[in-house]
């Protein structure tokens, strides 16, 4: 009955139908994800294979989850890491990545982090991914920073470190093969982040995501 009562702003409106739609979308990627039966069959068991080599092409983003969704494509960068499986399939792996990104406005920085990977095969050979972990960022200054100590301002070198909760969707592709095989995929992650500063103690970074698994036949010929 209140809840009727109250009237948004049509900018809140707005906003809050575009979050609505975002988080249903998400929401039955999830669902169709985990619902998903794993194909669990000779090919995926032989074929895959541990280590690969993961090269990503990123962009980074400095906003709030689903907003400025232009600036993902703004901030590039580069990720390399490798993964391992749990089971000798690739449904669940765990994952290590170590990258970079150029960001002007709000500073260059780099990242080491580690996901916890579910990866049903749901379509052929088709996948989707839900990853979540931990890691660390150093964010550099964009500009020459300042700190008031001691009665006058002193410039403040480095930049800021902060811890990382990365929490990713992903859609791929694996062909597998005896040879060298290659593994495409796209991926959307969604970064809390603490300690940027006193005022404000969490704040969100997203990637955008576009690389490829490379699995190596390491067997001697």
């Known amino acids: 009955m209140l809840g009727s009562c109250i009237l948004l702003p049509a900018s ?9 739609k975002a988080y249903t979308l998400i ?15 000779s090919t995926s068991t032989k074929y895959y294979r541990n280590f690969p080599i993961i090269v990503t092409l990123q ?23 490798t993964e391992v499986s749990y089971s000798g399939r690739q449904n669940w792996v765990q994952q290590c990545y170590a990258g970079f990104y150029f960001n002007k406005n709000a500073g260059n920085g ?4 580690t996901q916890t990977v579910y990866r049903p095969a749901i379509f052929k ?53 005896e040879n060298t095989y290659f593994s495409p995929f796209i991926s959307y992650q969604l970064i809390p982040a603490l300690g940027y500063d006193k ?17 190596f036949n390491y067997a001697s010929k």
């Not at 929401?27 to 069959?41: E, W």
């Not at 400095?62 to 990720?79: K, R, T, Y």
């Not at 909760?165 to 791929?172: D, K, R």
């Open 12 to 20: 809140l409106r707005h906003r809050f139908l575009k979050m609505k």
């Open 27 to 41: 929401g039955a990627f999830l669902f169709t994800a985990i619902l998903a039966k794993a194909q669990h069959n």
């Open 59 to 81: 962009f980074q983003n400095l906003a709030s989850p689903f907003h400025d969704l232009n600036g993902n494509f703004s901030n590039p960068g580069l990720m390399l890491g």
């Open 110 to 113: 780099i990242m080491v982090f």
């Open 125 to 177: 050979r088709f996948y989707p991914e839900i990853k979540a972990g931990i890691g660390w960022q150093r964010i550099f200054h964009p500009v020459e920073a300042y700190e008031f100590k001691e009665g006058t301002w002193k410039s403040v070198a480095g930049g800021k470190s902060q811890l990382m909760v990365p929490l990713g969707i992903s859609v791929g592709y694996n062909h597998y093969k």
């Open 199 to 215: 005022v404000i103690p969490l704040n969100f970074y997203s990637l955008f995501q576009v690389g490829t698994r490379i699995h």
